[in-house]
């Protein structure tokens, strides 16, 4: 126990609720012995999923002098991660410079402005690849200043979630999951949660959402195909892809904030209706769908734009 | 003269890797169906069945968002430049 006031904002990273939908699986068609239970990430104090891969990355760096005293955290992100770097390194004392496609938007700016990050854009037609590539150069031309967090390939991003997220889930279901569910993005999450739930149970099965097509409008998901892969990614771990629609996506997200009272991200609308086709199939199970982030932050996108209204 | 199409990354599987193309249209509506004249299957991507520009993709016209123009019936000239992006708020 620490005394009073020693509490540090990063010790709320993780732990997160696991909560049960109540109404939208059985109106879609599940068995009632099919539970749909929702890992809520936006009950992290980043509000996402991001805050564990980017407080393991930068504890581990610092652990072991790859991030020193004068150093800026710098990294490529479209949204949570660099959220999570900004409040974390604000936390710590770091300097944040993040690259993000100028197709952003001013919102998105705004958050991370708040946070005191130096902000980078890149070419909005060379979406989050061309940021990519302007961050390695950019670590590349200036080590010394820079850690290049690099969320795509840092180990520990998978190692968040295998001593984090999986532990949690494998002891608030009491062992008793039988599918997980996770978009991929970095794969961080699949990657790391879905190695700790096999060496429990290799009968659990890993079910990877993704978009239908490389062009889609899912933030923070990737289509694997047609990307650049992430260096953590192993496809052979994963036991079945699902493929969904953004419309359809951007629809669960918006039955979910009404139905169910989870005010969610378009991510979260992917996964969870990945989660429902694949309770649809089951006559019990225990299936849990990992929600990365809150709808707050997408107040300006279509997500939740009023249908067929002019944009102001 | 004609009108520009700026193409993002991942439409240009259909545009032999072209980050952009020509085309000779008056509205944004005709523009892109010219598009897809020359690169097949594109505007199914861009577009509902109906012509409505897909709710999670932002059309632009030297920089303004095509919505608050009349959507796919935005009129356009010669010199103009459009841009299509996946809306997003951290940019895809």
């Known amino acids: ?19 049960g939908l109540e109404r939208l699986p059985a109106r879609m068609g599940t068995d009632p012995a099919v539970s749909i239970l929702i890992k809520a990430e936006w009950f992290n104090p980043g509000g996402s999923v991001k805050d564990r891969a980017a407080l393991r990355i930068i504890e581990d760096a610092l652990a072991d002098g790859r991030l020193r005293q004068g150093m800026t955290i710098m990294d490529a992100t479209s949204g949570n991660t660099g959220i999570a ?18 197709s952003c ?17 890149s070419d909005p037609y060379e979406g989050s690849d061309g940021a990519i590539i302007l961050a390695r150069q950019m670590a590349a031309e200036d080590p010394e200043k820079y850690f290049y967090a690099d969320q795509y390939s840092s180990p520990s991003n ?11 889930i494998l002891a608030q279901t009491n062992g008793e999951i039988t599918h997980f569910v996770a978009c991929l993005g970095t794969s961080g999450t699949m990657m790391g949660t879905g190695r700790r739930l096999k060496e429990y149970n290799p009968a659990i099965q890993l079910v990877a959402v993704q978009p239908d ?22 496809p052979s771990l994963i036991d079945r892809f699902v493929e969904v629609q953004t419309e359809e996506s951007y629809d669960m997200a918006r039955r ?39 709808g707050d932050k997408y107040l300006s996108t279509a997500l939740w734009r009023p249908d067929d209204q002019p944009e102001q | 003269m004609a009108i520009k199409v700026l193409i993002p990354t991942p439409l240009r599987r259909f545009t032999n890797d072209q980050a952009s193309a020509e085309v000779n249209a008056s509205t944004v509506g005709e523009a892109l169906a010219a598009l897809d004249a020359q690169f097949p299957g594109i505007q199914a991507r861009i577009c509902e069945p109906d012509g409505r520009i897909r709710r999670f993709v932002n059309v632009f016209v ?5 919505r608050s123009l009349g959507g796919a019936n935005a009129e356009i000239k010669d010199g103009d430049e459009i841009g299509i992006i996946p809306a997003m708020a951290g940019g895809q």
Not at chain 1, 266 to 282: D, P, Y
């Open chain 1, 105 to 121: 938007s001013e919102e998105r700016k705004r958050i991370l402005h708040a946070y005191g990050v130096n902000l980078i854009l």
């Open chain 1, 1 to 19: 126990m620490r005394s009073i006031g020693q509490e540090r904002l990063t010790d709320r990273v993780g732990n997160t609720p696991l909560i």
């Open chain 1, 213 to 234: 097509d490389q062009f889609h409008g899912l933030e923070g998901l990737k289509h694997m195909d047609s990307s650049i892969v992430p260096a953590i990614y192993d």
């Open chain 1, 256 to 294: 979910l904030a009404q139905e169910e009272g989870l005010f969610v991200g378009q991510s979260a609308g992917a996964a969870v209706l990945a989660a429902i086709r694949i309770g649809q199939e089951l006559d019990s199970g225990v299936v849990v769908v990992l929600v990365p982030d809150g």
């Open chain 1, 85 to 102: 770097y900004a409040m974390i390194g604000a936390a710590r004392g770091f300097p944040v410079t993040l690259v993000l496609p100028g």
């Open chain 2, 62 to 66: 030297n920089g303004s968002d095509v």
């Open chain 1, 158 to 168: 998978l190692f968040a979630h295998y001593d984090g997220t999986g532990p949690e």
